[in-house]
């Protein structure tokens, strides 16, 4: 689980979360997940995530996430989304994750977050979007990505064995080796439904 949890560590680094940030996130999948665990190991002040499932954001919930919004796939919605975000933060939305990389999530991600604060695009749903980058630009947002992670794993460790970071909520489902298992295993991950990480038995 070092693995999916170093990007979040990555992606926290690189906006330069603390205990004076309020975070939201956009997309409760594991890297979302992660991405809010990294961020109140990082000291975040407030961490909100927005999601189109209830079921993930239950799971969001569960490690650490102080509110979650259930949006739609809509984007027609974004802007009473984006009231219902800030209202909930009750402050400066500081930093924006887009674990998703939807243009929605994204468009969501630049109107939500406050004058002068970060949106940092961490998921790739799509290659190309269409957002509104201007009227980010003249809040003076700042936009940057990050892709996959780099010298994480000793920070990633110490936050597993300190247990300032417990990753074991995320493992859903465990399956054994044979090869039936591994073809449920991969049909189980694939179905998404309350699966977030699936863990297979050696």
């Known amino acids: 689980m070092c693995e999916p949890l170093s990007v979040g560590v990555h992606a926290c680094r690189r906006a330069s979360v603390g205990p004076e940030t309020n975070v939201l996130v956009m997309g409760a999948g594991p890297i979302g997940l992660v991405t809010v665990l ?73 109107k939500a977050t406050s004058p002068g604060g970060k949106v940092c695009l961490v998921g790739m749903g799509h290659n190309e979007m269409t957002v509104p980058l201007t009227p980010a630009a003249a809040r003076e947002v700042d936009i940057f990505g990050v892709f996959r992670y780099r010298n994480t794993w000793p920070l990633c ?17 465990r399956f054994g080796f044979s090869q039936k298992e591994v073809e449920e295993a991969f049909e189980t991950s694939a179905g998404g439904g309350n699966a977030i990480k699936v863990m297979f038995n050696l």
């Open 38 to 110: 990294s961020a109140r190991a990082f000291g975040a002040s407030r961490i909100i995530i927005a999601d189109v499932d209830e079921e993930r954001l239950s799971m969001a919930k569960k490690v650490g996430s102080d509110e979650c919004i259930l949006v739609s796939r809509n984007s027609q919605d974004i802007d009473e989304e984006v009231t219902r975000i800030q209202n909930a933060m009750g402050g400066n939305i500081d930093v924006t994750f887009d674990c998703a990389g939807f243009d929605k999530t994204m468009s969501t991600a630049l």
């Open 157 to 173: 460790l110490e936050f597993l064995r300190s247990g300032k970071v417990d990753v074991k909520p995320l493992i859903t489902h």
